[in-house]
C-alpha cells in the first residue's frame, strides 16, 4: 500500500468517528506487524504416547502424590502435582499436622533443586584434577574397593561422614552401613538449626523442641529468636503467629529484642535494640526483676545492652501482668545459650509451660544434631591428616563453616574424598568421586517431625538425571562385602515399608503420605566438648551475621526464584548488602551503594552498604546465602560469603557457631554498586496503601488514617455483572444496552457468565511478608526469572552482572511483597530510633471493575471478563504498554526480552527447568505484556470439573496459588457475588479497604486494615 | 508453493475413490479404497492472523506421512471401534488422548491379524523395543489456546465436527483451519446437533433436527490464559 493511500486511510479515519481498533488498523498498514506468541510452523512436532499406559494416569489431567518436604529440618507434609510424568508444582498438605497445606517459598522452590540444570547427570570421578563422568558400575566398585581396604588396614576408624541433618530412619540406617565398615557414627550437620536454643530447651523442657502455642499467649517476647526467619520450624511457627495475631481484640502484643530489626522485629510491635552479646545480661536481669529473685539491676542491664532502661523496665511491668506469656530467646551471640536458659528458666518461673510452652507436644525436627564443634573437631583432624577418608552428603561445610575454620583446605588434604551430593556446590567440587543422590522429589524416606507421626517421602517422578538414592548405593556397596550382605534388605524401599508394616502398610498410608504408629528411637550424636574461641576480636563495630530467610545457608542460592525473590525486611535480590544504619552511614561519609568493607580477625568482605534504619548504629549486618564459588550458574559468584567473617568460635554450652557479636571494623570502599532491589520508595507517602489501625481505634469503631472516600460498604461494589463502563464496547450482547449504569454486563445473560464476581481479601493482620506467595505465583504461572547476569541488556556493559534487568525496573513478579516504614524523612536523615512501624503488603493486579488499563489499550487485549477479572490477552498484546503507563498499582510487566524463548540468550528455563513449566498456562514470548489472573487457569479447571460433574462451582472449592501457599493464610480468594463464599463474608469486615479508592477503581482485591498493638500510655517504647 | 502441493495431493487422493478394486485385497487395502474420498475437505475459513497462514485455509488438507500408516476405515468402519476406545480421554481430558503400543498390541498381539502386514510389523517392532510411537501431529491450536476436548466432548459436538470424518481418511489431513475465527464462528452461531450429525456422515433424526442450537459462550478468557 502506498504511502498515499496509507495517508487517505487515516484521513478517512478521522473523518469518520473512529473507534480504537479502526484507528490501529489505519496506522499499522504500513509497517508489517508480525506478532507471534508461539505460532504454528512448518517444523514436525511429534505426538509421544506412552508405551504402556500406566494406571490412575490421564494425559492432561494432573496426578497428585503425598510426600514430605525435605528443604529444611521442619519436616512439613506436601502434595507434589504431576503431569504426564513430570512434578509440576510442590504445595503443602492440607491434611498434614505441621504445615496444615501452606509451604514457605523454599519448599516450593525445591522443584528447582529437581530439575536444576547443574545437577550431576551420572556419577563422576576425578581425573587429571577434573571431575569427568563415569559409570554407576565403576563408582561403586571404586568405592567399594577403597572401604575394603580401609576396612582391612584399619583406617576407617577415622572416617568423617558429614551429611545433612535430616529427620526419619536414614540417619539410623546410614550409622548401621558405617558401623558396618568400622567407621565411627556420621556428623548430622546444619548450618541453619538454632542449637542455643535446642542446648537451653533441653536443659530446661528436657526436649529439644516443644510446642510453642502462640495463640494462647497474651505477651510475645523474642530475645533474638527470628521466628518468622527460619528459626526452629519456620511455617507452623508462621501459622500460630498468623493465627494468633489474626484474633485482633485479644491478640497477643509482639516484643522483639535485638540488634537488628528482623522480618520477626517488623512483624514486632515493639523493638528493644539491645547490643549484639548482650542478649544474656538482659535476659537475666529481666527475669531477676520478674520472679524477684537473683540481681536485678535492669538499669546496669540497660546501659550495658545499650537500650532505654524505660523500655526495659516497660517490658518487666508487661511480662509480670500479661500471663500467659511466650518467650523465646535465639540469639547467635556467644552467650545465646545461657540467655536461653534464663529466658527458658523465666518460662517455667511465669507457669508459662504447659499453657504456651509445651513440651509434650514438641518436634523431633532437631534430635540428633551434630554442633558446630563435631564439625571443626573434624576439620582439625583432616587438617592434621588424621583422616584417610571422607565423606559427604547433602552438606556444605567448605560454604556455610565460619571462614576460620578454613574447612576447604582441611577437606582438600583428606587422600579420598566422597560426595553423595546432587548438586556441584562447594564442597563436592573438592571430591574424588561423586555419587549424586536422587533428589527427594524422586527417592524414598521418612520423617517423624511430631512425635508418633510419620511421614512418608515418596518417588513422584522417575530420576530426571542417572542419579541413585544413596541408601540404595550404600546397599550395593554393602551387598558387594559379604561380610554384610545379609544385614541390608533388598533395597531402601522395604527398609521405609518396615516402618509402616510392610508392603501393605506403606501401599495404604502412601495416599497421605501420613502413617501414625510407633517411632524408632531417635539416632543419637555424641558431640565433642566444644571449645570456645575468642569472638570479640578488634573494631569499633559488632558484625551481625543472620540467616537469610530466603536462602538459609545458602542451599537455596542454586534455585533463581529465591536468588530473585527479595529479602523480605531489605527488599534485596541477587547481591549482598552489608547493612548500616542511616547514622553510621554518615559518619563513614557512606551513601546507599557506596562499598564498604567489613573486616574482622577472620578476613574482610567488601559490597556495597544499604541504609537500614532497623539495625543498631554501632552494629553492621550481613546475610548469609551467597558468595558460593561453585553451586552451578546460579549460584556461582553471586554475592559474597559472610561466613568468611567469623572467626572459628562457638557457644561453650551448645556448640552453636558465633554469628553475632564479633567485632569489626568498617571502611568506605572504592565502587559504588546500584542496589538490586524491587522497590520503588520505602515510604507510602501518605497514600494509604498498606493502613493500620491501633488495637484501641479498632475497639472504638474507628477507621485509621485513611477513611472511605465514597461511603458504604467495600462488598456493595461487588455485584453479579459488574459495570465496567469503559469496556462496554468489548463486551458484544453480554453488555445490557438498556442499563441504566451503563457498560454493566448483564447478570441474567443465557450464558450465566456474568453471574460471578471473582475476588480476593488480604488480611494484614495475619501478613507477615515472608513472601511464600510470591514463589507460589512464579511455579503456577510460569514467570521467568530476569536476574541472571546473561538476561541482562547487551547494550551497556556496565549493566550487566547479578540483577541488571531488576535495576532498570524489568522484573517480571506479578505478585510482590510491598514493605513500607513508617516514618516520614528518607532515609538518610533519619536518626536512630527503635519506634517506627513497618507494614506489609501484597500487591498483584487488583482486578479493577473500572481499570484504568482497559480503555487505553489500541487491540483490546486487555479488557473485563463478564465474571469481574480484568483479562490480559497475550496473542492480541502488541506491547504499546499503554496499561501499563495507566496503571496506579504498577503491577503489570513487560517481557523486554524473549525470556519464554528457548533460542533467546535470555531464556529463563534451561532445560530441564523448563520441565517444570505449568502446561496449562501460556508461556509469554518478548513484547508482551503480562499481570496476575486471578489464576485464570485454576478458576476455568474448576469450571470444567464441574461441568463434567453435572454441577456448579461450590464455594471455597478451589482457590490461587497464593492463597494455597500462604503460611499465614492471609488471602482468600472467591466469588464476592456470592454469599456462600468465605470471601463475600469477609469483604463486609470493617477493617476492609480498596488501595486507592479515591481513583474509583472498583478493585476486586480488599484488603482488611493490620492492627497494631502499642504498649500501653506511658511507656517510652510505645510504638507507632 | 507446498499449500498448492499439498492441496492437489488431496484432490489426487479423492479421485481414487474410483479406482476398481484390486483382486487381492485386504481388509484394510478394501476399507481405504472404500473409504477415500469420502471425507469432504474441510470447512474453508481464511483469517490473516493466523500462523497457518503458509497454507491456504490455515492448513486445511495437511496430511503428514505417519511412522505407521494406520488405517482408521478399517478400525472405525469395519471393525466399528468407537473413537474413545483409543482416544480415551476425550471426555475427561483437555487432551484426548493416545493409544499406548500397549493398547494396540491388546488385539495385534494375535499373529493371526494380517500376518504379512508391514504396518503391523512395525507395531510390534515398537512394542518389542518397548520404544513408544513417534506420531506426527496433524491438529494443533497455538500454544496461548487452551481447548479443552472434554468441554466439547460432553456437550454432544461430534468429533468429526473439527476433526471431519476421519474414519474415511486412509491418511489423517488437517480439515478445520482451527483458527480463531472458526472456533468463534460455532462459539457464536451455536452448535446444531443435526449438522454435527451431518457432518459426521450420519442423517439426522427428527429430534436431532428440532434440537436448538446449543449456545456457548465466547469471552476472550475462556481460551486465552
Known amino acids: ?697 479498632f475497639r472504638a469503631g474507628e477507621t485509621g488514617e485513611h477513611p472511605h472516600v465514597f461511603a458504604g460498604q467495600a462488598s456493595t461494589e461487588f455485584l453479579p455483572g459488574l459495570r465496567s463502563p469503559v469496556a462496554n464496547d468489548a463486551q458484544g450482547d453480554l453488555g445490557d444496552p438498556n442499563s441504566a449504569k451503563k457498560g454493566q454486563y448483564d447478570p441474567n445473560h443465557w450464558s450465566g457468565v456474568a453471574k460471578r464476581r471473582w475476588a480476593m481479601v488480604v488480611d494484614l493482620a495475619r501478613c507477615t511478608g515472608c513472601s511464600a506467595c510470591v514463589t507460589a505465583c512464579y511455579a503456577e504461572n510460569n514467570i521467568p526469572t530476569v536476574g541472571a547476569p546473561w538476561q541482562g541488556p547487551r547494550l551497556w556493559p556496565s549493566d550487566t552482572g547479578h540483577g541488571a534487568n531488576i535495576l532498570r525496573g524489568r522484573e517480571m513478579a506479578w505478585l510482590r511483597l510491598e514493605r513500607y516504614f513508617e516514618i516520614d524523612r528518607e532515609p538518610k536523615d533519619v536518626e536512630f530510633n527503635p519506634a517506627f512501624d513497618t507494614r506489609v503488603i501484597p500487591m498483584m493486579c487488583q482486578h479493577c471493575g473500572n481499570a484504568p488499563c482497559e480503555p487505553v489499550c489500541p487491540v483490546y487485549a486487555t479488557y473485563h471478563s463478564p465474571d469481574g477479572l480484568n483479562v490480559q490477552v497475550y496473542n492480541r498484546c502488541v506491547g504499546t504498554r499503554y496499561c501499563s503507563n495507566g496503571c496506579p498499582y504498577k503491577v503489570r510487566y513487560f517481557n523486554w526480552f524473549g525470556y519464554g524463548e528457548p533460542n533467546r540468550s535470555q531464556y529463563a528455563f534451561p532445560e530441564p527447568l523448563n520441565w517444570q513449566l505449568n502446561p496449562d498456562v501460556t508461556v509469554r514470548g518478548k513484547g508482551v505484556m503480562e499481570k496476575c489472573t486471578f489464576c485464570l487457569q485454576r478458576i476455568r479447571e474448576a469450571e470444567n470439573r464441574a461441568k463434567l460433574e453435572g454441577r456448579e462451582v461450590k464455594p471455597d472449592e478451589f482457590t490461587v496459588a497464593c492463597a494455597q501457599a500462604c503460611p499465614s493464610k492471609a488471602i482468600t480468594f472467591g466469588d464476592a457475588a456470592d454469599e456462600q463464599w468465605a470471601v463475600a463474608r469477609m469483604v463486609d469486615d470493617k477493617r476492609a479497604y480498596h488501595v486507592f479508592e479515591e481513583l474509583n477503581t472498583y478493585t476486586a482485591v480488599v484488603y482488611l486494615r493490620k492492627v497494631n498493638h502499642p504498649a500501653a500510655a506511658g511507656s517510652a517504647a510505645e510504638a507507632r | 508453493m507446498l499449500a498448492a502441493s499439498i492441496i492437489t495431493t488431496a484432490s489426487a487422493r479423492a479421485r481414487q475413490g474410483g479406482t476398481p478394486a484390486p483382486a487381492q485385497e485386504t481388509l484394510t487395502q478394501k476399507a481405504n479404497r472404500e473409504a477415500a474420498g469420502k471425507a469432504p475437505r474441510g470447512p474453508f475459513a481464511y483469517s490473516g492472523a493466523s500462523g497457518y497462514t503458509n497454507y491456504l485455509g490455515g492448513g486445511v488438507g495437511r496430511s503428514p506421512v505417519q511412522p505407521i500408516q494406520f488405517p482408521h476405515p478399517v478400525h472405525v468402519n469395519t471393525l466399528k471401534l468407537d473413537c474413545v476406545y483409543c482416544h480415551f480421554s476425550a471426555f475427561k481430558s483437555p487432551d484426548p488422548g493416545l493409544p499406548a503400543v500397549s493398547t494396540c498390541m491388546g488385539c495385534h498381539q494375535n499373529p493371526m491379524i494380517l500376518p504379512k502386514s508391514a504396518e503391523i510389523a512395525k507395531l510390534r517392532d515398537y512394542d518389542t523395543k518397548k520404544q513408544p510411537i513417534p506420531w506426527v501431529r496433524v491438529h494443533k491450536v497455538p500454544e496461548y489456546v487452551h481447548f479443552p476436548h472434554m468441554r466439547h466432548v460432553s456437550a454432544g459436538v461430534t468429533c468429526q465436527s473439527c476433526h471431519g470424518q476421519v474414519n474415511n481418511m486412509p491418511q489423517v489431513f488437517q480439515y478445520a483451519s482451527l483458527n480463531m475465527g472458526w472456533c468463534v464462528g460455532c462459539h457464536v452461531k451455536g452448535y446444531a446437533p443435526a449438522e454435527g450429525l451431518l457432518a459426521a456422515g450420519y442423517t439426522p433424526d427428527s429430534a436431532a433436527l428440532a434440537a436448538p442450537r446449543k449456545r456457548a459462550t465466547y469471552d476472550c478468557s475462556n481460551c486465552h490464559y
Not at chain 1, 509440576?88 to 504445615?99: C, L, M, S
Not at chain 1, 529437581?114 to 570421578?125: A, G, T, V
Not at chain 1, 494462647?216 to 517476647?221: D, F, S, T, W
Not at chain 1, 547433602?394 to 556455610?400: E, I, L, N, S, T
Open chain 1, 1 to 697: 500500500m502506498s504511502t498515499d493511500s496509507n495517508n487517505s486511510a487515516i484521513a478517512d479515519a478521522i473523518a469518520a468517528p473512529v473507534k480504537r481498533r479502526d484507528f490501529l488498523k489505519a496506522v499499522g498498514v504500513g509497517g508489517a506487524a508480525a506478532a507471534a506468541v508461539g505460532c504454528y510452523s512448518d517444523q514436525v512436532e511429534k505426538l509421544i504416547p506412552y508405551v504402556a499406559s500406566p494406571d490412575e494416569t490421564v494425559p492432561g489431567v494432573s496426578t497428585y502424590y503425598a510426600s514430605t518436604c525435605r528443604e529444611c529440618a521442619a519436616g512439613c507434609g506436601i502434595i507434589v502435582e504431576t503431569r504426564d510424568g513430570r512434578a509440576i508444582k510442590i504445595e503443602g498438605n492440607p491434611a498434614h499436622p505441621v504445615n496444615r497445606g501452606a509451604l514457605c517459598g523454599r519448599g516450593q522452590a525445591a522443584l528447582q533443586g529437581l530439575y536444576n540444570p547443574d545437577r550431576f547427570r551420572s556419577p563422576m570421578k576425578r581425573q587429571g584434577g577434573q571431575l569427568v563422568a563415569t559409570t554407576w558400575d565403576d563408582a561403586i566398585s571404586t568405592l567399594s574397593a577403597r572401604l575394603a581396604e580401609a576396612k582391612k588396614n584399619g583406617s576407617a576408624k577415622d572416617a568423617v561422614f558429614i551429611n545433612q541433618h535430616e529427620q526419619g530412619s536414614f540417619p539410623a540406617f546410614l550409622d548401621q552401613w558405617l558401623a558396618g565398615f568400622g567407621m565411627p557414627g556420621h556428623i548430622a550437620y546444619d548450618a541453619e538449626a538454632p542449637l542455643s536454643a535446642i542446648a537451653a530447651n533441653k536443659q530446661v523442657y528436657g526436649t529439644s523442641w516443644p510446642g510453642y502455642d502462640f495463640n494462647a499467649a497474651r505477651l510475645i517476647v523474642s530475645f533474638g529468636a527470628d521466628y518468622l526467619d527460619g528459626w526452629g520450624l519456620a511455617v507452623p511457627q508462621q501459622l500460630a503467629f498468623a493465627d494468633a495475631r489474626a484474633k485482633i481484640d485479644g491478640a497477643p502484643r509482639v516484643v522483639y529484642i535485638g540488634a537488628r530489626r528482623s522480618l520477626t522485629g517488623i512483624n514486632s510491635d515493639t523493638w528493644i535494640p539491645a547490643r549484639p552479646g548482650t542478649l544474656q545480661q538482659l535476659a537475666e536481669a529481666i527475669a531477676a526483676a520478674v520472679t524477684g529473685r537473683g540481681n536485678a539491676d535492669l538499669k546496669g542491664a540497660a546501659e550495658r545492652s545499650g537500650v532505654d532502661a524505660a523500655a526495659v523496665e516497660a517490658l518487666v511491668a508487661e511480662i509480670k501482668s500479661a500471663k500467659p506469656s511466650l518467650l523465646m530467646a535465639g540469639g547467635q551471640g556467644p552467650d545465646a545459650t545461657a540467655a536461653a536458659v534464663a529466658v527458658n528458666e523465666l518460662n517455667k518461673a511465669l507457669g508459662n509451660v504447659g499453657q504456651t510452652v509445651k513440651p509434650a507436644e514438641g518436634s523431633l525436627a532437631f534430635d540428633g544434631l551434630a554442633s558446630h564443634a563435631a564439625l571443626r573437631d573434624a576439620a582439625e583432624r583432616m587438617a592434621a591428616g588424621r583422616v584417610p577418608i571422607a565423606f559427604v552428603r547433602g552438606a556444605d561445610p567448605a560454604h556455610a563453616a565460619p571462614g576460620a575454620m578454613k574447612f576447604a583446605d582441611a577437606f582438600a588434604k583428606v587422600p579420598f574424598k566422597v560426595s553423595f551430593s546432587t548438586y556441584p556446590d562447594d564442597t563436592t567440587q573438592l571430591c574424588d568421586l561423586v555419587l549424586p543422590d536422587h533428589h527427594s522429589l524422586e527417592s524414598w524416606g521418612d520423617a517423624e517431625p511430631v512425635k508418633g507421626t510419620l511421614s512418608l517421602q515418596q518417588p513422584t517422578m522417575d530420576p530426571v538425571f542417572s542419579t541413585r538414592a544413596t541408601a540404595d548405593v550404600l546397599i550395593a556397596v554393602a551387598k558387594a562385602d559379604p561380610a554384610l550382605s545379609a544385614k541390608f534388605p533388598a533395597n531402601y524401599r522395604a527398609a521405609v515399608a518396615a516402618r509402616v508394616g510392610g508392603n501393605a502398610g506403606l501401599t495404604a498410608a502412601l495416599p497421605t503420605a501420613i502413617a501414625h504408629g510407633s517411632s524408632l528411637p531417635a539416632p543419637s550424636q555424641k558431640a565433642a566438648a566444644p571449645k570456645g574461641g575468642d569472638a570479640a576480636g578488634q573494631g569499633d563495630y559488632f558484625l551481625q551475621v543472620y540467616q537469610s530467610p530466603v536462602l538459609g545457608d545458602g542451599r537455596g542460592a542454586n534455585k533463581p526464584w529465591l536468588q530473585e525473590l527479595p529479602d523480605p525486611v531489605t527488599k534485596i535480590a541477587w547481591q549482598t548488602v552489608v547493612e548500616l544504619h542511616p547514622e553510621t552511614a554518615r559518619k563513614l561519609s557512606v551513601e546507599q551503594g557506596d562499598h564498604v568493607t567489613v573486616t574482622t580477625a577472620a578476613g574482610s568482605l567488601t559490597a556495597p552498604a544499604y541504609l537500614y534504619i532497623g539495625i543498631r548504629p554501632d552494629t553492621v549486618a550481613v546475610a548469609t546465602g551467597r558468595g558460593h564459588t561453585e553451586f552451578g550458574r546460579y549460584a556461582r559468584g553471586c554475592g559474597s560469603n559472610a561466613m568468611g567473617l567469623l572467626g572459628v568460635a562457638e557457644d561453650m554450652r551448645s556448640g552453636q557457631a558465633v554469628l553475632a557479636g564479633t567485632r569489626a571494623a568498617i571502611a568506605k570502599a572504592s565502587g559504588h554498586s546500584k542496589i538490586v532491589t524491587t522497590e520503588g520508595s520505602a515510604r507510602q507517602h501518605d497514600r494509604g496503601i498498606a493502613q493500620a489501625i491501633t488495637i484501641d481505634q
